[in-house]
């Protein structure tokens, strides 16, 4: 973990520049084998001191954890397996948002996943943890990754909408050093913990018992 929340672009290798080339499909095979994943995410389901519980785990290392089709699929069908076993749900994200690749198709997951999540939440009542690493940004910030019962950020973490260049360079206007970080979005109420990453299993699990024990 980083100690102050990285807002500016790290400079391109010349690997990368070289990926950024690739045909989409040729660049999704790149990232497969150098990652291991088929995917920005994975999904499953596991037990956390015991308790039963749903997961997703978005990884930053595949295409920026972005959010294409098959992310956002993979993520709703786990909210959907979730709600039909009454699994409490966790989601993990690291992501710099949309996949810009996929154009509208990517855009479209943040209204699935969120319609999804109504369903588990609003109808079926279930207990949804949403977890936010560094950085999380763009469309996972204006969808799920805000919409948990318990919003968690690990400290010092970057996390935006729009990344502080684009908003200079759209806006023409300074965005204060450190606005876009845990601390502030604790500050402003839009966090309700901040927790370190080795200490994420008991507080989570204690929330559930927690919960279990209401209902």
């Known amino acids: ?3 102050e929340p990285s807002t500016e672009d790290k400079p391109s290798t010349e690997e990368e520049e070289e990926e950024d080339d690739l045909p989409y499909i040729d660049r999704l095979d790149s990232y497969q084998e150098k990652t291991g994943l088929l995917e920005a995410v ?6 956390i001191n015991g308790i039963p519980v749903a997961i997703g785990i978005m990884d930053f290392e595949f295409i920026g954890g972005s959010m294409g089709s098959v992310v956002g699929e993979k993520i709703t069908r786990l909210i ?3 709600t039909d076993h009454f699994l409490p749900l966790i989601i993990v994200c690291a992501s710099g948002g949309a996949r810009m690749q996929e154009g509208s198709l990517s855009l479209m997951q943040m209204g699935k996943i969120s319609a999804a999540l109504y369903n588990y939440q609003i109808i079926e009542k279930l207990f949804y943890v949403g977890i936010l690493t560094s950085p999380t940004t763009g469309g996972i910030t204006a969808s799920f990754g805000m919409l948990g019962d318990i919003i968690i950020a ?5 996390l935006a909408f729009a990344g502080k260049r684009v ?3 759209t ?6 050093e450190g606005s876009q970080s845990t601390e502030v979005f604790f500050e402003k109420g839009l966090l309700d913990a901040i927790v370190s990453r080795d200490s994420l299993k008991d507080f989570v699990s204690e929330l559930f018992e927690f919960h279990f024990c209401q209902n």
């Open 167 to 169: 908003i200079e360079e």
């Open 171 to 176: 806006l023409k206007t300074e965005v204060p």
């Open 42 to 47: 994975q999904t499953g389901t596991g037990q």
């Open 154 to 158: 690990e400290p010092k973490a970057l």
């Open 80 to 82: 959907e397996y979730a």
């Open 1 to 3: 973990m980083e100690d």
